[in-house]
């Protein structure tokens, strides 16, 4: 069981990055996930894909977290993607109502298909 | 996931995508089960329940203002409680430490993911506001409360404790936007001081209940400053507005409640007879 978050940053082809999210998202994963975004960006890439099959555990200050991180690639015109959530975790999206930000895929090739990257 | 051949081991292992046991087990509890729409339970007699019922809760997302996190804590210097304590009892007296004038219908067993408990807030100008939340969220050390359509601001606010150099320190943090372009206007107007006013009474009220005279440090940030214009249209669920009207009607309801039935003009036969 881990304690932080990690994630890792790959390039999807030219408009879209993945960033591979492992451990546990809390409010605490703020530095972590705003450096990877960063990462993910210096491209100028379109489109940023969330991996979330790594995701130990996530609370409601991970949410909030995801929600910040809308803002700031709304802001960039940007869009966000995520694969790989479990049953219980797309159910939160449902019930935080992220779902109809975010698009949510079974896997990275669908996501990145729906992020024009395939 | 870079397009290399399964081995078998991992066709059949179970993955995260299947939501191992382990997985679940960890914070399934702590989350409310997915609803259509908000349900409330068993409603006190003087509790108005208006604007709740069959409303969906709303994130950030789904409002319309300026986007804003608001931060607000206090160090319980001096105090013995674990930040598990702390937690433990804001959820068992949760609304004891609100300012005067405000009500908080919710169970008596206290607050568990999946509760819907009804708000009756004292407005500027004295407007009593129905509204209420879902708690999206609860844990040993924090609590999370979502707002429903209607309500003044679309989002959730979480309280929580935790030991910062031995020290437990009590936060609420508030992640929301004007649910509507008129709640937009009453923020603007005041509506964002007097909801920094009570949240500062709450967690001062808090550290009295541990016995700390603390001073609340607050913090607030626009996270957008973008409007969002499409969601303009939340404002017909306006719960400030439905419930003036409520309160508008109230002296109709009572007539009506005070008016002879059908049953009542009509005595029986024998009504009016005299007793032996």
Not at chain 1, 57 to 78: C, F, H, P
Not at chain 2, 21 to 28: G, Q, S
Request: aromatic share 8%; net charge negative; glycine share 8%.
């Amino acid at each position: 069981m881990s304690q932080t978050a990690t994630m890792d940053v790959r390039q999807a082809g030219r408009s879209a990055s993945i960033v591979d999210v492992k451990g546990d998202v809390t409010a605490n994963s703020e530095d972590v996930l705003m450096d990877a975004y960063n990462r993910a960006s210096e491209s100028g890439v379109r489109s940023i894909v969330l991996n979330f099959e790594g995701l130990d555990y996530m609370n409601s200050g991970g949410i909030g977290l995801l929600v910040t991180l809308l803002v700031r690639a709304n802001r960039q015109r940007q869009q966000l993607f995520a694969y790989g959530l479990t049953d219980h975790y797309r159910q939160i999206f449902e019930l935080t109502r992220l779902d109809e930000a975010v698009g949510i895929y079974d896997n990275e090739r669908d996501a990145l298909a729906a992020a024009g990257a395939r | 996931m870079d397009g290399a051949p399964q081995r078998p081991e991992e066709i059949i292992e179970p993955t995260n995508q299947e939501a191992t046991p382990e997985a679940i087990a960890r914070d399934a509890a702590n989350w409310a089960k997915l609803t259509p729409s908000l349900t409330v339970g068993e409603v006190p007699a003087d509790a108005v329940n208006i604007n709740v019922t069959g409303r969906r809760q709303v994130s950030p997302i789904q409002g319309f203002g300026k986007m804003w996190q608001k931060t607000y804590k206090v160090t319980l210097t001096g105090g013995s409680a674990t930040p598990q304590e702390v937690i433990s009892e804001w959820k068992a007296n949760f609304p004891k430490f609100w300012p005067p004038r405000n009500s908080f219908y919710g169970p008596l067993t206290g607050i568990a993911p999946g509760d819907v408990a009804l708000l009756n807030l004292t407005m500027p100008g004295r407007l009593k506001l129905s509204t209420g939340v879902l708690v999206m969220y609860a844990d040993d050390e924090s609590f999370t409360l979502m707002t429903p359509q209607g309500h003044m601001f679309a989002g959730w606010i979480t309280f929580s404790a935790y030991d910062k150099g031995g020290e437990t320190v009590a936060q609420a943090q508030v992640l929301m936007r004007a649910n509507d372009p008129m709640y937009e206007v009453g923020l603007t107007m005041g509506g964002h001081r007097s909801e920094d006013r009570f949240w500062e009474h709450t967690l001062t009220a808090l550290a009295a209940h541990f016995g700390v005279d603390g001073e609340v440090d607050t913090q607030v940030v626009c996270v957008d400053k973008k409007r969002q214009w499409r969601n303009a249209r939340n404002i017909r669920y306006n719960a400030a507005i439905r419930s003036s009207l409520y309160s508008m009607g109230a002296p109709f309801r009572a007539v009506s409640r005070s008016k002879p039935t059908a049953t009542e003009t009509t005595p029986p036969d024998d009504a009016n007879k005299p007793t032996a």
